[in-house]
């Protein structure tokens, strides 16, 4: 279309971005002697996919995503559950206690999780759900509910309450107005809480570590650490993984990313 | 697109996550069998020592071990978290230096009736049996890899510069590595390490070939005072920085540089010398080739020439385990000559001496070191059962030599501070 | 005929137990709210509890289980801690130098791809990429890509002429704290890119056309109509942002370990290594204490800012 104002920046952008990305790939495909040269190569000399076979192989990658996959997906579903109304509590409903929500919300997000470590064990340990999926489906929902809750009241805030009152008009209840109206139209913002919960959990290593070990329910973030210690890096492996890591979700959010779009307020309140 | 959610897709939603949420446990016991957890905190080995877990379970009909593989950057939280909520693994496989501080905590069993007079005793090499005792001289574990730390250098370089074979004493090092430098090609000599991790061999190599070392071939005095800060020692480490400093022949990066960045400088064809544990024999193969470099001794100096001893990687019990002899059982199975070969093909020096004489170890890496470590005079004892050792090597050992490599430190105020840690640390073992 | 009447009666049970009036309305924000109060809670009461009680102690578990009570000790150690004050400082830093790039990058792309364009959809893919990427992994590639000897950068900026030899990044604390701001840019204006996204998508497109009725400029669009109704976003993605940055600890742990010479060990890492290497609990406790007081301070100030646009 000619519009530089937009592709110029964008562009510019998405060289930024999958300039990373493409080293990434790239380094993976190569062997490892090829790895280190100087001048860099920019393309491998002998294109290989070892790295990615022996990472399916020897680490039981396979297994490791399944684990992955099921923490993520479970962890964004209970979050979604417990944001959607509590973020709806928190944006139509005046209570006492408001700012004092509000605070526990802050130290929730403040503790490292240096400190939390400990605590949070020796909980689990009392609750005995330790080394289950349960204690990192638990644990992330924890950290992750503060700063959800607040970005879910954020984009409920901003839907006009008329809404609201106009589905409640034709015979809903709060809850129904919730879930009819008022949710579909804040759209955009539960699916980017769903990607937050999920790239996070997702990522997550120091938890994943220290509450679970048992191999069968270990993530793949821990096996991709695995790959480095004291006195070597497995480069090969650990780019492979990487980049294997990558995948899922990227089809989650190629599918996911045109709910981000907005269309279905238009007209609601006045139509 | 209109979407809109009814309430039976909200049932539906919370039905599915509800049955979801039930805790998914890990399977329980396989028969009979008692069930041991392993770790195994390595990136050597893994295959390896998964494949021998399952031999084990395959022929034993009591036990049945569970191996984990964790990252080994997360080996201290995770072992402390553990042991201090009472359900650490079993058995644990310990690196060198973690061994004295988790026996000073009272996470390791001591194994010392079992490890007296065994079979297991009497097929390890000497520096492995030291080891093993390095803590109150008592067995906490058996260790099964000797750590020694090697110099290497890229053959094809040499050759280039004309160089008969590699530096053996101190001045011959700076002469090479000068002749090896040539910053518009972006190649140096050697690459100094003033990064986090095992900086302290390298430093300490030259205060010791120019001072020499303690009483049993330690770093310290009969006094338990550390000798580094002694006038020649001192010396020493000015040779070291002027490398960096006035030499130049290690590239300007080096002074913040860690391990993966030497090997990496080196796999590059970048820098021509340098040093590190057995281990980096594999990395330099796979990266560089093995047929391009040697592995050979440090250089020496005045006062002799050494090769660090680490220490190594041991086997151990937990203290807190419910089923010690069980763990005994399996550490037995792994320390068979055969056995352990297969661990140590990617890694340290292997503690058995029967594995001395297999095939794979007439590798020509592995020449010098075997030779080595049959002879204790040459190596030099890390303070590796201090206290303090693993704060020392990745704290406070590269904050002081980047201080002084670069310039904001002279090399007086370094080995003093340096001399002053390790006898403090030292100390703290005799309370 | 359908009866208009309050909206609030006339309708049928929506839970099987019948609620009343009054009753739904008293009690409903805390139904919706409790769950999650109940969860946090999980992660703040004991962890509160704990890391006080532990403050107030000497504890090294490498030494042995014993907590030998020290009353306020590790307090008076703290204030004359030169290490806890320099890595207040370094955190700083760390934290303006993070979250203002990430920031300002994803607030100008999410304003890009609201507007329509070919493969807008593609890109909006594309662009979560690098936040996706695990921590380990972005710091192991960016530390390549900034390596002093045989890194990337390097060979560019020596291709185009801007340099003769290669950049010692991590020798100089200012190109040390460069080379994470631009790691963490990359892998964090992804999240201000989608936060903001999705913040701008709710407002109704018919706002905007009463404002271009009215005859304003695209700057004036932006600066009279987006901006205030994304404000609240915008200062809690931020706040938060801040405070989780702050925390932060694997991207500095992966590329400088801390270095050079302690310049990049802001207060969250130092913590980490004085529990973990150090193996000194109770005064690791001590500073997570310290921690939490800072940023519930810092928050208190910037939340005065957010008193003006939030409904409380």
């Known amino acids: 279309m000619g519009n530089w104002r937009i592709y110029l920046p964008i562009g510019l952008y998405l060289v930024f971005t999958l300039f990373p990305i493409y080293w990434l790939v790239n380094s993976a495909l190569k062997p490892t002697n090829e790895l280190f040269r100087f001048p860099p190569l920019y393309w491998p000399q002998h294109l290989t996919l070892q790295n990615f076979t022996d990472a399916w192989t020897t680490t039981r990658l396979g297994r490791l995503y399944v684990n992955s996959l099921i923490v993520s997906g479970l962890t964004c579903l209970l979050l979604l559950a417990l944001v959607i109304f509590g973020g709806y509590g928190m944006a139509r409903f005046r209570f006492r206690g408001k700012p004092l929500i509000l605070v526990l919300f802050l130290l929730a997000q403040i503790m490292p999780s240096v400190v939390l470590l400990v605590p949070l064990f020796t909980i689990y340990k009392h609750m005995g759900i330790l080394n289950t999926r349960m204690v990192l489906v638990l644990t992330y929902t924890i950290t992750l509910l503060p700063f959800s809750v607040l970005m879910m009241r954020g984009f409920f805030d901003s839907i006009p309450e008329e809404m609201d009152e106009a589905a409640m008009v034709d015979g809903c209840g709060r809850i129904g107005a919730l879930l009819r109206v008022v949710l579909p139209s804040a759209l955009p913002g539960v699916v980017a809480t769903t990607i937050f919960g999920f790239i996070n959990a997702w990522n997550e290593l120091v938890y994943a570590v220290i509450f679970i070990s048992t191999p069968t329910i270990q993530t793949l973030p821990v096996g991709l650490a695995s790959m480095i210690d004291e006195q070597r890096t497995d480069y090969g492996m650990l780019l492979a993984i990487g980049v294997l890591a990558l995948v899922p979700s990227l089809m989650l959010f190629a599918y996911i990313q045109r709910y981000l779009t907005q269309g279905l307020t238009a007209g609601a309140v006045k139509g | ?431 | 005929m359908k009866v208009v009447s309050a909206p609030t009666s006339a309708q049928p049970a929506r839970f099987p137990w019948g609620w009343g009036v009054t009753w739904q309305k008293r009690w409903l924000p805390y139904l919706l709210v409790g769950p999650v109060v109940l969860v946090v809670g999980i992660g703040v009461f004991y962890p509160v509890i704990y890391v006080v009680n532990l403050s107030l102690h000497a504890y090294s578990p490498f030494l042995g289980p014993t907590m030998r009570f020290a009353g306020a000790a590790n307090y008076l150690r703290l204030i004359a801690d030169a290490e806890f004050w320099h890595s207040l400082q370094a955190s700083a830093i760390w934290v303006a130098g993070s979250v203002i790039p990430q920031f300002l990058l994803g607030l100008g792309l999410a304003l890009l791809l609201n507007e329509r364009f070919r493969f807008r959809g593609v890109i909006r893919a594309i662009v979560l990429l690098p936040w996706v990427v695990s921590g380990v992994v972005t710091g192991i590639i960016w530390l390549w890509l900034f390596d002093g000897t045989i890194g990337v950068l390097n060979d560019l900026l020596m291709k185009a002429g801007l340099t003769l030899m290669p950049i010692p990044w991590g020798v100089q604390p200012a190109t040390s704290f460069l080379t994470l701001f631009v790691a963490n840019a990359w892998r964090g204006s992804p999240f201000f890119a989608i936060m903001l996204l999705a913040a701008l998508q709710s407002i109704s497109p018919d706002v905007y056309e009463a404002a271009m009725i009215d005859g304003a400029g695209r700057w004036q669009r932006f600066r009279y109509v987006t901006l205030p109704l994304i404000l609240n976003a915008v200062i809690i993605s931020t706040l938060l942002r801040a405070i989780w940055t702050f925390n932060y600890v694997d991207l500095i742990w992966t590329m400088t370990q801390g270095g050079p010479v302690n310049a990049t060990r802001t207060l969250a890492l130092n913590i980490f290594k004085v529990a973990y290497q150090d193996g000194d609990f109770g005064f690791a406790a001590t500073l997570a204490v310290a921690l939490c007081v800072i940023l519930l301070a810092f928050s208190g100030a910037y939340w005065q800012l957010n008193r003006f646009t939030s409904r409380d």
């Open chain 2, 1 to 431: 697109m209109r979407r809109s959610i009814t309430r039976r897709d909200f049932f539906k939603v919370t039905a599915a996550g509800t049955g979801a949420l039930l805790p998914r446990r890990a399977r329980a016991q396989t028969g009979g069998k008692v069930k041991i957890s392993f770790l195994w905190p390595f990136v050597y080995a893994q295959p390896a020592q998964a494949e021998l877990v399952n031999q084990f379970n395959a022929q034993s009909k009591t036990i049945e071990v569970e191996d984990q593989i964790i990252p080994q950057t997360q080996v201290l939280p995770k072992l402390t978290v553990a042991f201090s909520g009472g359900i650490g693994p079993d058995v644990l496989a310990v690196p060198g230096s973690l061994y004295a501080q988790c026996a000073a905590s009272g996470w390791l069993e001591n194994i010392e009736s079992r490890f007296k007079g065994s079979d297991l005793e009497k097929d390890l090499l000497p520096p492995a049996v030291k080891l093993s005792r390095i803590y109150k001289n008592t067995a906490y574990g058996v260790g099964y890899a000797i750590a020694l730390y090697a110099m290497y250098y890229n053959k094809e370089h040499f050759k280039e510069a004309n160089l008969p074979g590699p530096p053996k004493t101190l001045d011959e090092f700076r002469d090479y590595a000068k002749k090896l430098t040539n910053p518009a090609r972006n190649r140096y000599g050697y690459y100094l390490l003033g990064g986090s991790g095992w900086a302290f061999q390298q430093w300490s190599t030259w205060m010791i070939a120019t001072g020499g070392l303690g009483v049993n071939n330690t770093f310290f005095d009969a006094n338990n005072k550390c000798i580094l800060d002694g006038p020649k020692h001192i010396a020493g480490v000015e040779r070291f920085l002027e490398l960096y400093k006035t030499d130049k022949v290690s590239p300007p990066a080096s002074a913040t540089g860690t391990f993966s960045d030497a090997a990496n400088a080196f796999n590059a064809g970048q820098v021509s010398l340098v040093f590190g544990w057995l281990p980096y024999i594999a990395t330099l193969s796979k990266g560089l080739g093995a047929d391009k470099f040697e592995t050979v001794m440090p250089p020496g100096g005045e006062a002799g020439q050494f090769i660090h001893f680490g220490g190594g990687d041991v086997l151990a019990i937990s203290s807190q385990s419910k089923h010690k002899d069980e763990g005994w059982e399996f550490i037995k199975f792994m320390m068979a000559a055969k056995n352990i070969g297969e661990i140590n093909k990617e890694a340290p020096m292997p503690a058995n001496v029967n594995v001395l004489k297999e095939k794979w170890m007439d590798n020509p890496h592995l020449a010098v070191p075997k030779q080595v470590v049959q002879t204790p005079e040459k190596l030099a004892m890390d303070p590796i059962y201090v206290p303090d050792y693993a704060t020392f090597n990745i704290n406070y050992s590269p904050e002081q030599i980047q201080k002084a490599l670069l310039g904001q430190q002279t090399a007086q105020q370094f080995a003093t501070n340096v001399a002053k840690f390790l006898t403090d640390s030292l100390a703290k073992l005799a309370r």
